[in-house]
């Protein structure tokens, strides 16, 4: 079956950086992309960009260009989401969704990765 | 960027009742070469990710009870949920895939009255 399994819950100081991970099973890993979608406390679903994972492609939403970058390793069917210079209102559960090529629904999702951002 | 408003914020219906939930884009998500709208609905209950339930404006994902339905084209869709049950109780989402950046609506909390 169909599975994201990302990795635990980050707690970072302003000004760092925060890498989560996203292992994939279930499926072959470079026929789908995978997106990333963060939600804060109590809020809505943000996107946050894509990558196409057999070229590596990305594709960020504005508010986080220069900021965050997405990486695959298709050797170990993961995906990777590395955020810079966070800031307290970086707080929020990052998912890992997967979503059909060249342009589909996020079908399966992460179990969510909290990320806290306090000094 | 293209903006998802869903109506109403929240909604409280009785058990069995119909619950209606309303999703308007600021520009159409109809790709007129293929004439699908790339409008997907997602169930979220506290503490799990969301749900894909419906994409394409109307196809119910598998697995999805029928009581989910979701219609509408162009800029205005509506997620159905024909008898409310129980377990139906959530924050429902709306999101286009049309044009980057993929945008989610605000959210409508739906609950048992």
């Known amino acids: 079956q169909v599975q994201l399994e990302q990795s635990g819950a980050e707690v970072k100081k302003p000004g760092a950086s925060v890498k989560v991970s996203c292992k994939a099973s279930?499926?072959?890993?470079?026929?789908?992309?995978i997106s990333w979608v963060r939600q804060a406390p109590g809020e809505g679903l943000d996107w946050m960009g894509w990558i196409i994972t057999y070229n590596g492609n990305t594709n960020y939403a504005q508010k986080f260009q220069g900021r965050v970058t997405m990486t695959t390793d298709t050797s170990t069917s993961t995906a990777y989401m590395e955020m810079r210079s966070l800031r307290s209102d970086d707080t929020a559960v990052y998912y890992c969704?997967?979503?059909?090529?060249?342009?589909?629904?996020?079908?399966?999702w992460g179990q969510g990765t909290l990320v806290t951002v306090s000094s | 960027d293209i903006v998802m408003t869903q109506s109403p914020d929240s909604l409280a219906v009785s058990l069995g009742e119909r619950a209606t939930i309303n999703c308007m884009s600021s520009q159409s998500v109809l790709y007129n070469s293929d004439n699908k709208d790339y409008l997907a609905w997602y169930q979220q209950k506290p503490g799990q990710p969301p749900k894909l339930l419906i994409y394409?404006?109307?196809t119910r994902e598998s697995g999805v009870p029928d009581r989910f339905s979701g219609s509408g084209s162009g800029t205005d869709f509506t997620l159905t949920i024909s008898s409310l049950q129980a377990e139906d109780v959530a924050v429902y989402y709306c999101q286009q895939y049309y044009n980057s950046p993929w945008t989610f609506g605000q959210g409508t909390k739906v609950e048992i009255k």
């Open positions: 969704a997967r979503w059909d090529l060249p342009d589909g629904p996020f079908d399966y």
């Open positions: 279930g499926y072959t890993f470079t026929n789908y992309g």
């Open positions: 394409l404006a109307s």
